[in-house]
């Protein structure tokens, strides 16, 4: 996709901007994720700049692996669902904007950039929203096979939806 | 397992885990805590094989048309072009499979291409054109003398050696010095010998150029095609892995973040929507003269009872129009009943261009899957092929290699003088010579010359060889198309029976005939695409096959005139096989060479060695420069 040089939708650009922005401000206080989270938006914008989606997931990932390990370091759980909103849509949104460069090129893209954008904003709001109900209703209970019958869950869920 | 086995598994463990959770008690009465461990380190351990999986097995991605240009064509030179690339600092040692490095191929092609040029030009016998390449007194200019003269490994500064950067190595540099100084001897445009020969493209792109052979122009198979966009197979890996890392850390939080990408996933697989779109297109005009712009309007609707959140299309351009404004490709979200317009402009060339079925992706709202179909919508645009525009004049009274009225060989009927023979019973009375009788007393019967009007067919070359074309440009065999039927049209406006087909000879041959429907049925058959395509066809039979093919379908008094760009040895061959089996054959050949660059240069040498060779063998060659119109070609072949 890298015949076509057309210039990156800028909805998408700014959509990507903002999202690294945040998570960096979110870990402004923990110097070590921060550190991680800015190489990640360096990979991120090295991506967009040369159109590798491989760029971008390594980039989406080392801000996502940022806010996790801020997560371990003792943050609530809520906290930890919300910072990893912004990580994810930033990958989504660069990945859209290079498909979209690379498939349309130049025009009229900001309508199905503003419905992506929307339905994937929504859809990761949604997730969080029942993980975190998920953990307010049970909370407490520091059982591995409690935390074993999860991970399966999980496993079972990925597997379901991936085939 | 099937999807629902593993969705039940998944809906138990996650029931129990939020029970143990909310009852800690009861974990401890029910196993023992070593249970527990073993089932996370097997789970997790299927997760980390699982996240592999999910990254290694991508989809390979469809190949979306670029509908803009024409599809990319050789260009003549290329060859060279790849030879000269090929005189790398590796190639100075490296041996090829058959024994020779690139830079003994490129000295062997040049050396060849000089001996003739030299030949030709200055009447030097091969044996003294070679001692003069070798002394390096052909040429005033050095660097083009020391290609031949000095040897393959002329020295390199040590900078070249330096992992960066390509440098310009002298071996390369003398080689486009020969052939600029080869290029003055002939005349016609000269390249310039330092500007380096650009790497010859042609590779087929992701989404981007795509080469006339092999590489298709338009995807065809089954459609509607879904693929995945490695989104789905990201997420699997991420949040199996986030899981992973979360029971090892002992944190329930982290892998509660999956649950963000299960939602993304969710949403894609519970909300992908079909593919219902319908298209509409239209012209501005739908027969333009050639060089003119069309405008095209094309509407896509959803025609289906849910929004479409991510439509792109790509609308079917024809493979032989380029598009000079707007673009044929559109994305946006289209609302049940809704439709989006999207104009572009188009130049029209020659012929008869069918759109191709339009490609519409749909793809669903995160992203995750894009389901790719094609969209009828059939309109067609004619260019071109109309009536000849040059007045018809006699064609050359006498016996000769092309085309038109001639004294035939046989003897007959008719006015002038042939021959005299012996009586045979049943010759007319009036034929007898008396004078003959009064003067020996046989009976001898007078022979006249008996006209006849030759049939001449037109054959176009369309074998892969020919598909050449400048860059950006029309290949040779529509050119060729073009030609053949303004040259067809003119003599069968003489009363010329004239039948048309190609080389290698295809289902699209016209027999010999004339008349106004025949003319019609020549110009269905070239403006189209069927019997000279806009792509190169794939099949290439050897040389000795396709005269063969030829010889059977042309009967023996059947005039040829070959239509090619003598751009590889194999039209010259077709040619003088076809010369050497009687069909006295003329050539028209449209010149797709660029001389602009060394390589160009080289290709446009290549070809005037061919015409030379054809003029040489007695075969009239008529060369054509495509720009400068067909009117010209037709004149000069009819005298």
């Known amino acids: ?163 | 397992m099937t999807d629902r086995r593993v969705v039940a598994v998944g809906l138990f463990a996650a029931g129990g885990g939020a029970l143990l959770i909310a009852v800690p008690g009861l974990a401890g009465a029910a196993v023992p805590a070593i249970a527990a461990v073993v089932l996370t380190l097997g789970v997790g351990l299927v997760a980390v094989g699982l996240a592999v999986r999910a990254l290694v097995a991508d989809e390979e991605p469809l190949d979306l048309p670029a509908p803009e240009r024409r599809p990319t064509y050789r260009r003549a030179g290329a060859n060279v072009a790849a030879l000269l690339d090929d005189v790398g600092l590796a190639g100075r040692r490296k041996l090829d499979e058959d024994g020779e490095t690139g830079r003994e191929r490129l000295r062997a092609a040049l050396q060849d291409l000089a001996v003739d040029v030299l030949g030709r030009t200055e009447g030097w016998a091969p044996e003294t054109a070679a001692e003069r390449l070798a002394d390096g007194t052909w040429t005033d200019d050095a660097e083009a003398a020391a290609f031949f003269a000095a040897g393959f490994r002329p020295p390199v500064s040590r900078l070249a050696y330096l992992p960066w950067g390509r440098p310009d190595l002298p071996f390369a540099r003398r080689g486009r010095h020969v052939v600029a100084a080869l290029a003055e001897r002939v005349g016609g445009p000269v390249p310039d010998p330092d500007e380096r020969v650009a790497e010859p493209t042609g590779a087929t792109g992701a989404n981007g150029e795509q080469t006339a052979t092999g590489g298709e122009y338009w995807p065809s198979g089954e459609f509607p095609q879904t693929r995945s966009t490695g989104l789905t197979a990201a997420i699997t890996a991420g949040a199996l892995a986030v899981s992973a890392v979360g029971v090892g850390f002992g944190e329930p939080a982290v892998v509660l973040t999956a649950a963000l990408g299960i939602a993304l996933v969710g949403v894609a697989r519970v909300w992908s929507p079909e593919p219902t779109v319908s298209l509409t297109r239209s012209l501005s005009t739908e027969r333009p003269a050639p060089g003119d712009e069309v405008t095209v309007t094309v509407t896509v609707r959803n025609t289906g009872d849910r929004t479409l959140p991510d439509i792109r299309l790509f609308d079917g351009v024809p493979a032989g129009l380029t598009v000079v404004g707007g673009s044929p490709r559109v994305t946006t979200a289209l609302r049940p009943g809704k439709a989006i317009t999207v104009e572009y402009t188009v130049e029209a060339v020659d012929g008869r261009h069918t759109f191709e079925p339009g490609v519409v992706v749909v793809g669903d709202p995160v992203g995750a899957t894009e389901t790719v179909t094609t969209v009828e919508g059939p309109t067609t645009l004619s260019c071109g092929f109309g009536r000849p525009t040059t007045a018809t004049e006699p064609p050359r009274p006498q016996v000769s290699v092309n085309p038109g009225r001639q004294l035939g060989t046989e003897s007959g009927s008719g006015v002038e003088f042939d021959a005299l023979r012996e009586y045979r019973t049943g010759d007319p009375p009036a034929r007898i010579d008396w004078h003959h009788r009064a003067k020996t007393g046989d009976l001898a019967t007078v022979e006249f010359r008996e006209p006849r009007l030759s049939k001449v067919a037109v054959l176009v070359d369309t074998r892969p060889a020919a598909y050449v074309a400048t860059p950006g440009g029309v290949p040779a065999p529509r050119h060729g198309a073009v030609a053949a039927f303004t040259l067809a049209s003119g003599l069968l406006a003489e009363g010329v029976p004239v039948g048309v087909g190609t080389v290698p000879p295809g289902e699209e041959w016209t027999a010999v005939g004339t008349g106004p429907a025949h003319r019609a049925r020549l110009r269905e058959r070239l403006a189209g695409e069927d019997a000279v395509p806009w792509l190169s066809p794939t099949a290439d039979p050897p040389v000795p096959e396709v005269v063969a093919a030829l010889t059977a379908r042309l009967s023996s008094d059947v005039q040829v005139l070959f239509v090619s760009p003598l751009c590889d040895d194999g039209s010259v061959a077709i040619a003088r096989r076809l010369d050497a089996a009687g069909h006295s054959v003329t050539v028209v050949s449209p010149d797709c060479t660029d001389g602009g660059n060394v390589a160009g240069a080289y290709g446009r040498l290549d070809r005037w060695r061919r015409l030379s060779t054809l003029r040489g063998a007695g075969v009239p060659v008529t060369d054509w420069d495509p720009a400068d119109g067909i009117e010209g070609v037709v004149r000069r072949v009819q005298h």
């Open chain 1, 1 to 163: 996709m890298s015949s076509t040089e057309a210039e990156l939708p800028r909805f998408s650009l700014g959509v990507t901007a903002v999202s690294v922005l945040l998570v960096a401000g979110l870990l402004v206080t923990a110097p070590g994720p921060l550190g991680v989270a800015l190489l990640g938006g360096a990979l991120l914008a090295v991506g967009l700049l040369w159109r590798r989606e491989g760029a971008l997931a390594l980039g989406a990932g080392a801000l996502f692996t940022a806010v996790v390990l801020a997560g371990i370091d003792g943050r609530s759980t809520a906290w930890l669902l919300a910072a990893s909103v912004p990580a994810l849509l930033a990958w989504t949104s660069s990945r859209h904007a290079v498909g979209l460069a690379g498939q349309i090129g130049a025009g009229a893209t900001l309508r199905v950039e503003l419905v992506r954008t929307v339905s994937t904003l929504t859809a990761l709001v949604a997730g969080g929203a029942v993980g975190y109900l998920l953990q307010r209703t049970v909370t407490g209970g520091e059982s591995p096979l409690a935390l074993a019958l999860l991970l399966v869950a999980v496993v079972a869920f990925t597997v379901a939806l991936w085939r």
